[in-house]
């Protein structure tokens, strides 16, 4: 037996009587059953594709809602609620549905942001005063073709499934969902941080240093890849992973960078996006110039589909990035040899070593590569390493496995061998 999450009254209006119903919130569905019926006469799937209006009016501090109305079958019908009721409601069903009329809810600020099918702008609630973040996607663009539609339903959908999981803040938090004749609107929270790039540049124009400091760049790391290690957990792979996609959440906090943009975002297993691709995914060549794994830069239509360790690649790029601020992958492939890497010490370059090889089945899975001794505050694993493998110019393309750290499931660096 079903078991609901919420139940209230709603009342329709004929022209000679009023319709008393129980409207039921299930895990999968809304459904509408008249009082002294046993069947549901109205059902509403909770997906995107299910559209309410809410009715009444909005003012700050005051919400006085009248009821919502819906379509079905070609007809729009009105079910006259509670406001408290509708105020319930629209919390336990959130992210779930698409909302019209946004303007009766949020007050436009700002824009921040502006792209060729989208922009960011800064809402403001009309009811609580509080601020958040709308992504606008603009219809006309998504009906150019099927695969950017899937692709914006593809975001909507992880995002949701992600809210579920986000009590760490990993990632932006999608609230609510509206659309109008024009656009959708996503209702995200408001990252007041701004990016990775945005704080690096604030840094550079308040200090000389002009660099993170390596406990910093250890904190950025650790939190990018406990998010990853999450999205992979789940199947999803975000495929376009770059500074300007990770979100402060406060401003100079790095312990509140969040994933952003996942409008590139696809499951691994491509059936639960959808079963008509079959074994391929929408635009499989994509992302950022410099921040792509070689194979999505070498990909061919018709091999054999990536996983989630092109996001790894990624990441092992924004490694270097944080600490030198150039992005090597822009002029082509990274060279190990660099002397700006070779200067770092050994335990370092082995972790972007490691994040970096060019086969993905070398590279380590982001939970692996937090395990990794670069994170560990044990001194004694440390010097140990550093003690058997740590040489200023360590051969990074010489792997074998330190016997004292197998519990890490990782490959280390080999001693390089005196010149005689």
């Known amino acids: 037996m079903k078991t609901s999450s919420y139940s209230f009254i709603g009342i329709r209006k004929h022209f000679w009587k009023e319709v008393f119903y129980n409207i039921q919130l299930y895990q999968d569905a809304i459904e509408m059953t008249e009082i002294k019926s046993k069947s549901?006469?109205?059902?509403?799937?909770?997906?995107?594709s299910t559209v309410i209006e809410i009715t009444g009016q909005v003012s700050k501090n005051n919400r006085n809602f009248s009821g919502f109305q819906f379509k079905y079958k070609d007809t729009t019908k009105l079910m006259?609620?509670?406001?408290?009721?509708?105020?319930?409601?629209?919390?336990?069903?959130?992210?779930?549905?698409?909302?019209?009329?946004?303007?009766?809810?949020?007050?436009?600020?700002?824009?921040?942001?502006?792209?060729?099918?989208s922009s960011v702008s800064v809402l403001i609630d009309t009811y609580s005063q509080e601020q958040f973040a709308v992504k606008s996607i603009d219809k006309e663009y998504l009906q150019k073709n099927d695969k950017l539609q899937i692709l914006f339903e593809n975001e909507v959908k992880i995002l949701q499934e992600l809210t579920k999981y986000n009590n760490q803040n990993y990632f932006v938090h999608l609230y609510r969902v509206f659309e109008s004749k024009t656009s959708y609107y996503l209702i995200q929270n408001l990252m007041k941080g701004k990016s990775l790039t945005a704080y690096y540049n604030k840094i550079k124009?308040?200090?000389?240093?002009?660099?993170?400091?390596?406990?910093?760049i250890k904190l950025i790391m650790r939190r990018l890849l406990s998010g990853v290690s999450l999205l992979h957990c789940h199947r999803i792979i975000h495929r376009d992973l770059k500074p300007d996609n990770l979100l402060l959440l406060e401003p100079n906090n790095v312990d509140t960078l969040a994933i952003a943009d996942f409008g590139l975002a696809t499951y691994s297993n491509v059936e639960k996006q959808n079963s008509q691709l079959?074994?391929?995914?929408?635009?499989?060549?994509?992302?950022?110039?410099?921040?792509?794994?070689?194979?999505?830069?070498?990909y061919k239509d018709g091999q054999i589909k990536y996983d989630e360790q092109i996001d790894i690649y990624s990441i092992g790029v924004i490694f270097i990035w944080l600490y030198f601020f150039y992005n090597p992958r822009l002029t082509g492939d990274i060279d190990r040899h660099n002397p700006k890497l070779l200067k770092l010490d050994?335990?370092?370059?082995?972790?972007?070593?490691?994040?970096?090889?060019?086969?993905?089945?070398?590279?380590?899975?982001?939970?692996?590569?937090?395990?990794?001794p670069y994170f560990q505050t044990d001194e004694t694993t440390k010097k140990t390493f550093q003690s058997q493998y740590g040489f200023e110019n360590v051969d990074c393309d010489s792997i074998i496995q330190h016997e004292d750290l197998k519990n890490y499931y990782l490959p280390m660096m080999k001693k390089p061998q005196r010149q005689i």
């Not at 009329?101 to 792209?115: D, H, L, P, V």
């Not at 079959?278 to 070498?298: F, L, Q, V």
């Not at 370059?349 to 990794?372: I, T, V």
């Open 278 to 298: 079959s074994n391929r995914y929408s635009y499989p060549i994509c992302g950022t110039k410099g921040y792509m794994a070689p194979e999505i830069t070498h």
């Open 80 to 117: 006259n609620c509670r406001s408290s009721d509708i105020a319930i409601f629209m919390d336990m069903v959130s992210n779930q549905i698409t909302f019209l009329n946004i303007t009766m809810f949020y007050q436009a600020i700002e824009i921040i942001g502006r792209g060729s099918s």
């Open 205 to 216: 124009k308040q200090s000389d240093t002009k660099l993170f400091s390596s406990d910093i």
């Open 346 to 372: 050994s335990i370092t370059q082995n972790l972007m070593n490691n994040l970096l090889k060019s086969n993905p089945k070398e590279r380590l899975s982001a939970q692996a590569a937090l395990d990794h």
């Open 40 to 48: 549901p006469k109205y059902i509403l799937p909770l997906k995107l």
